[in-house]
């Protein structure tokens, strides 16, 4: 019998409490498809445990036990998002990024405040003048896959939460339902990113948001599409 084919999320990578990031756990959930993928969030992925990945006849599931976490699928190629804001807009970013008391998950490792010693430390602020979110990035030396380049899932992760923080914030908490993503070209560790979001649309409790990453020079690098949910306030 063939080995299940397994991910893990260590727990460094989490998000809201307890849970893993959700772009990073989607990133690894799409590491089987080559192309633009689609990945539906139906549970709080967890951390440090192996989830199995199970094919589908459109994609995959990433299961732990009888719960469906993830569902996988190939999608089709997104259309071209906004241009990138020069890179001294984009180093304005955090002027206007929220201050951790108002912050909804502080630790968490893309965006977290109380992480700027080992997160990603995206503090995507609107800038004036702008028409959405932004922050510059320098991949570190651990990011890096085999091939020398930052890991696909990190660029997943990177494309998450400046999602949340294009489209503003809500009654309550939102998390990541769905995200489709597409990585045109891999960046080297000591490259300066541009990151950028905007939001799309507001439906009741859905939020839509586009994300993306550039090279400093405004080079598209990879990009997202997102959808978002708020949480439901607990009943008094």
């Not at 063939?2 to 809201?16: D, E, K, Q, R, Y």
């Not at 839509?208 to 090279?215: H, I, N, R, V």
Request: contains cysteine; hydrophobic residues 40%.
């Amino acid at each position: 019998m063939s080995t299940p084919l397994t991910i893990l999320v260590p727990a460094m990578f989490n998000g809201p409490p307890g849970s893993a990031n959700g772009g990073i756990s989607a990133g690894l959930a799409a590491s089987q498809i080559d192309g633009p993928a689609e990945v539906s969030l139906r549970a709080p992925p967890p951390l440090d445990i192996a989830m199995e990945v199970v094919p589908t006849n459109d994609g995959y599931e990433v299961r732990h036990g009888d719960q469906l976490v993830m569902t996988a699928q190939p999608a089709a190629p997104l259309a071209p998002p906004p241009a990138a804001p020069s890179f001294e807009t984009a180093q304005t970013g955090p002027d206007s990024f929220p201050p951790v008391e108002t912050h909804a998950f502080p630790r968490c490792y893309v965006c977290g405040p109380e992480r700027t010693d080992d997160g990603l430390c995206l503090f995507t602020g609107k800038p004036n003048g702008y028409d959405g979110v932004t922050d510059v990035w320098t991949p570190d030396e651990s990011l890096a896959g085999e091939d020398g380049l930052v890991r696909p899932e990190i660029l997943w992760a990177a494309l998450d939460c400046p999602g949340a923080f294009a489209i503003g914030f809500q009654d309550n908490p939102m998390v990541l339902a769905r995200i489709t993503a597409q990585v045109h070209a891999r960046p080297a560790p000591g490259d300066d990113l541009i990151v950028a979001g905007w939001s799309l649309y507001d439906d009741g409790r859905k939020h839509g948001a586009a994300t993306a990453l550039f090279t400093r020079d405004g080079q598209l690098l990879a990009q997202s599409e997102q959808l978002w949910i708020e949480l439901k306030r607990p009943a008094a």
